[in-house]
């Protein structure tokens, strides 16, 4: 079975028993039709994926691994913020009418500052940093930028990466680790999607730095089940659970920029059915 199943399933279960209800409370979020979006939640959930053992794709209901590629490229290869640049549409209700998020994620990610080495983007610094500073305990993204905040038509949930490279006794190459720092998750629509697309990240970071990709750390400040997914999720974590798939990327690209969601190989991923019309918060 899957070892993602079980962090889930372990987290579901937490959150339902221990977790705060805010029902009554001023919440922001809504449901469309305007009445609050309670949610039950919990603070400061930790999960750590070993991506040496197994990639953590849940096998209770599918997780569709090229589009998290997709928004993972979207953000950190493309740098856009404009959901006309990416093929799903989970990002369509926080679009204006061009298509635009805001000052959020990609564009963040695609400003440049100086450093005494040239101009770096956020995303080109940290490979230059892997390449010739592995060992830097500085290496990181942060898109939280409080300048901009007001011209983000969404606040970033996963709002930080930090890189950290170990080297494991007997090994030919360095091992790259991060830690994936997120204010808010909503557990039922996104906790796998983020899992998959932060590994998805690890592992092409590490090809293309010719280390092993290793653990992925998730910190979650507020992990959360709205009211009205407890069912959805009750019936989720009582299904049958799997074998995780085997995940790999084509092994020619070398270069970051280089990777399309074509060069990611998925076999053997059996799973439950997808849960469809999940209502989301907004």
């Known amino acids: 079975m899957?070892?993602?199943?079980?962090?889930?399933?372990?987290?579901?279960?937490d959150i339902l028993m221990y977790g705060t209800d805010t029902k009554g409370e001023k919440v922001r979020p809504h449901w469309p039709d305007g009445s609050p979006a309670y949610t039950i939640k919990k603070f400061g959930v930790c999960n750590r994926y070993n991506l040496r053992e197994e990639f953590p794709a849940l096998t209770l209901r599918p997780t569709a691994l090229k589009s998290c590629m997709d928004e993972i490229l979207w953000i950190y290869q493309l740098k856009s913020s404009n959901v006309y640049d990416l093929k799903s549409h989970i990002?369509?209700?926080?679009?204006?009418?061009?298509?635009?998020?805001?000052?959020?994620?990609?564009y963040q990610i695609g400003v440049k500052s100086k450093y005494k080495e040239g101009m770096f983007d956020q995303i080109d610094r940290v490979i230059y940093d892997l390449k010739n500073n592995p060992?830097?305990?500085?290496?990181?993204?942060?898109?939280?930028?409080?300048?901009?905040?007001?011209?983000?038509?969404l606040y970033p949930c996963a709002?930080?990466?930090?890189?950290?490279?170990?080297?494991?006794?007997?090994?030919d190459k360095l091992t790259l680790n991060a830690v994936l720092n997120q204010r808010s998750q909503d557990?039922?629509?996104?906790?796998?999607?983020?899992?998959?697309?932060?590994?998805?990240?690890?592992m092409m970071l590490a090809q293309v730095c010719d280390m092993y990709p290793g653990e992925l750390v998730h910190m979650i400040a507020d992990a959360h089940i709205y009211n009205k997914h407890v069912p959805i999720i009750n019936e989720l974590i009582s299904r049958p659970m799997y074998a995780a798939p085997i995940v790999r990327l084509n092994p020619d690209v070398k270069d970051f920029y280089d990777f399309t969601t074509d060069d990611l190989i998925v076999e053997g991923y059996k799973h439950g059915v997808q849960i469809k019309n999940i209502p989301v918060a907004i």
């Open 91 to 106: 990002w369509d209700s926080w679009a204006d009418e061009a298509g635009n998020i805001g000052k959020a994620y990609g």
């Open 2 to 13: 899957s070892k993602a199943d079980l962090i889930f399933i372990n987290m579901c279960r």
């Open 159 to 171: 709002w930080s990466v930090t890189f950290n490279v170990t080297k494991n006794k007997g090994d």
């Open 135 to 153: 060992f830097s305990r500085r290496i990181l993204t942060s898109i939280y930028n409080h300048h901009d905040l007001h011209e983000m038509n």
């Open 187 to 202: 557990v039922l629509v996104a906790n796998n999607w983020n899992v998959c697309q932060y590994s998805l990240l690890v």
